[in-house]
């Protein structure tokens, strides 16, 4: 029986996510995780599946258990790939360019990504480590994420200290401007408006400031700026990220120094 068993069979049970049989296998030494898969015959026979590799070629540094750890990746069988990568040596090997998490940041793999990052010291190389596979290389996890649509993973993936510009300074949006999917555009958009909101609220201050400084500033005058502007309104402090009267914008403005200064020269009814 053992002479009739395929790696095929390993990978069957990674895809269908039957852990057990897969532990079965490795334990009974049908399949050997340490042989170097390059010169498994059965190995190549089902290379042209495995969407990590480059056409099908599979390098020959690469073990048996690599090619299965990116398996577990490739077909979401997290299960499988906590089971084999029982060491942070096993988490960090590259394969065509790729490691573990920026394969499963292509792909959007959540719950793999999340299973990584509770595996301390390895995620902390992975995060920090830019990627080799072209069109990516040189970007880290979060800009594969984004670029692919992937946008709360990527997201997370910031949370988790992953820089958030590649070696040439890209940010996220920088590739996530360049998706085919418009939600994603959409998405960039959404995040850019929000950035420049508070710069926002800083001009508009110092337009305020300015015009109160200037001989034109009468009370009836002042009135109407206030208004039309919105200057004091709760919401628009909101909007530029400002929530307490003591906080203060990138400028260094408060609510409160801003207050005082359109009540300055004005008497209680104004």
């Known amino acids: 029986f053992k002479a009739k068993v395929k790696f095929s069979f390993a990978?069957?049970?990674?895809?269908?996510?039957?852990t057990?049989?897969?532990?079965?296998l490795i334990e009974q030494c049908y399949v050997k995780p340490t042989d170097?898969?390059?010169i498994n015959r059965d190995?190549?026979?089902v290379a042209s599946k495995f969407t990590f590799l480059k056409d099908g070629n599979i390098p020959k540094d690469v073990s048996v258990r690599t090619l299965l750890c990116y398996a577990c990746v490739q077909f979401d069988d997290l299960q499988s790939l906590a089971?084999?990568?029982t060491t942070d040596g096993a988490l960090l090997v590259t394969c065509n360019g790729w490691n573990l998490l920026t394969f499963a940041?292509?792909?959007g793999r959540v719950e793999i990504v999340a299973y990584l990052y509770t595996r301390n010291q390895a995620f902390d190389s992975l995060v920090k480590t830019r990627c080799q596979r072209k069109p990516y290389d040189n970007t880290y996890a979060a800009h594969i994420a984004a670029s692919r649509g992937h946008l709360i993973l990527a997201e997370a993936l910031l949370e988790m200290d992953c820089p958030a510009t590649d070696r040439k300074g890209k940010t996220l949006e920088s590739y996530a401007k360049m998706s085919e999917h418009e939600f994603v555009r959409a998405w960039v958009s959404e995040r850019v408006s929000e950035r420049e909101k508070p710069q926002a609220l800083d001009r508009m201050i110092k337009k305020l400031?300015?015009?109160l400084s200037s001989d034109s500033a009468t009370t009836e005058k002042k009135k109407k700026y206030i208004i039309d502007s919105k200057c004091l309104e709760e919401q628009v402090w909101k909007d530029g990220e400002i929530y307490w009267h003591n906080e203060k914008t990138p400028s260094g403005f408060t609510f409160s120094q801003v207050l005082a200064q359109c009540y300055?020269?004005?008497g209680p009814e104004f």
């Open 11 to 18: 990978l069957d049970c990674i895809r269908y996510r039957q």
């Open 20 to 24: 057990r049989f897969l532990e079965y």
């Open 36 to 38: 170097m898969a390059s």
């Open 43 to 45: 190995v190549h026979k």
């Open 83 to 85: 089971w084999i990568c």
């Open 105 to 107: 940041s292509y792909l």
């Open 209 to 211: 400031f300015k015009f």
């Open 264 to 266: 300055r020269g004005e």
